[in-house]
């Protein structure tokens, strides 16, 4: 059996029409920094819930995660209280999952106990900016629940904090270059 080498996320989506899920994700969301604690916390849930499904499957339902999670509002979240579980539980139009459900909400709890000791969850992820991947996933799994080193690593790549979100060539990765904070 010969082994076929998997393109990068950049080459993969190189030749894809310009409105494609991918292609609009890789220009301008994948490795950008995220400024605020909300989109912070969005990326994490959504990359929370992709485990074990495709990513293509949640870039199809990202806005009805949006909806569904009153904007990935961390206040509102972190008040969710069983029937609103349950109505998320029902919602067919994200993923239906009570471990994935209940991570964002315990999740969004202890973003707000970040953000009373650092001023945001922004501010708490800066001031770990230095640590490596390992240092990073058993930070996260202190803190944070459902949060596995696949998760962590693409989190961490996805909003600019591990290198490796595009290749060096890429189009994208010159313009994150120029924007990036640190």
């Known amino acids: ?15 894809l029409p310009l409105h494609n899920v ?24 959504l990359e929370i819930n992709q485990a074990g499904l495709s990513w293509t499957t949640i870039l199809n339902k990202k806005d009805n995660f949006f909806k569904a999670y009153d904007n990935f509002d961390i206040t509102k979240v972190a008040r969710y209280k069983e029937n609103k579980i349950e109505k998320l539980m029902n919602d067919a139009g ?21 953000q009373k000791e650092h001023g945001s ?6 001031k770990h900016y230095s640590l490596s991947k390992e240092e ?13 080193g696949k998760i962590v690593n693409e989190f961490l790549m996805s909003t600019g904090y591990l290198p490796g979100a595009h290749a060096k060539d890429c189009p994208v990765y010159k313009k994150i270059e120029k924007i990036k904070p640190m």
């Open 136 to 148: 990073w996933v058993e930070l996260f799994k202190k803190n944070f629940r459902f949060t596995g």
């Open 94 to 114: 994200i993923i239906r999952n009570r471990l994935k459900i209940n991570a964002a909400v315990e999740n969004a709890k202890k973003i707000l106990e970040l």
């Open 22 to 45: 991918h292609k609009l994700y890789h220009d301008k969301e994948y490795g950008f920094p995220i400024k605020d604690d909300n989109g912070l916390f969005a990326r994490l849930v």
């Open 1 to 15: 059996m010969v082994d076929i080498p998997v393109k990068s996320y950049c080459g993969y989506v190189a030749d």
């Open 121 to 126: 969850f922004k501010n708490w992820i800066d």
